[in-house]
């Protein structure tokens, strides 16, 4: 179950941070974009320590 959570959570933290860059460049929400680019920011790093060698 651990190899999914960290497979599904890299997926989305990818997710998060094209659709934050995506509305950084067309300067719709800065707030919001900066707030999607973080939470991606955080899930690839859960991402990364679930794959680390424990």
Same mark, same amino acid.
């Given at each position: ?7 599904? !959570?890299? $997926?989305?933290? %990818? ?14 929400? @800065?707030?919001? !974009?900066? $707030?999607?680019? %973080? ?14 060698? @424990?």
């Amino acid at each position: 179950m651990g190899f999914y959570l960290m497979v599904a !959570s890299m $997926l989305l933290g %990818l997710f998060a941070w094209k659709i934050g860059f995506s509305q950084f460049k067309e300067k719709k929400d @800065k707030f919001l !974009s900066i $707030l999607t680019s %973080l939470a991606g920011t955080t899930l690839v790093l859960v991402a990364i320590w679930l794959g680390w060698p @424990k």
